[in-house]
């Protein structure tokens, strides 16, 4: 077995296919709204997630409390939604990153981005430099949008890489 080389780690974990996903949260006025990738379904009955989520991100400290969160898929052909959620969140004139959003039992809920679930906290794994928030789905729901047809967005159809 070969030695663990940085680059071919990176070139062959790279190859995992990842979806891409935009994850809010509420807690009392703050908000939280970031981009995510390490996302993956680890059991059936209960539906649970994993969920890998940067420990040094105001979604990390925010989550911790709220406990809850709205994970909203991107279909394929919203890739140019996504960078508005690789900065900062902003909560403005109703839009969250620039986004129209509602809340749904508390939770802002992205109007433009066709379907979202709802997790709430099963439990944490340390992890590394991103913690795994272990999650089950308590809903599910769907936005009216003509995207709601497509296949979802995913990393390989980005120009972008993370992890390895």
């Keep these: 077995m070969a030695k663990l080389d940085p680059e071919l780690r990176k070139r062959v974990l790279r190859k995992v296919l990842n979806g891409v996903f935009v994850m809010t949260t509420r807690q009392e006025e703050r908000y939280s709204a970031a981009l995510v990738t ?11 997630y994993a969920v890998g ?4 991100s105001g979604l990390y400290e925010i989550l911790q409390q709220s406990r809850r969160a709205v994970l909203h898929p991107l279909a394929k052909s919203q ?8 900065k900062a969140t902003r909560v403005e004139d109703g839009r969250l990153n620039g986004l129209p959003f509602r809340l749904e039992d508390g939770l802002p809920v992205l109007a433009p981005l066709p379907w ?5 906290t099963e439990g944490w794994h340390p992890g590394g430099d991103h913690a795994v928030w272990i999650a089950r789905v308590s809903a599910v729901g769907t936005n009216e949008v003509p995207e709601a047809e497509e296949a979802p967005l995913c990393m390989r159809d980005t120009p972008w890489s993370y992890g390895g």
């Design 79 to 86: 890739q140019q939604l996504a960078p508005a959620f690789f």
């Design 38 to 48: 390490f996302v993956t379904q680890v059991s059936i009955e209960p539906p649970l």
């Design 116 to 120: 979202y679930f709802v997790l709430e």
């Design 53 to 56: 989520v940067r420990k040094d």
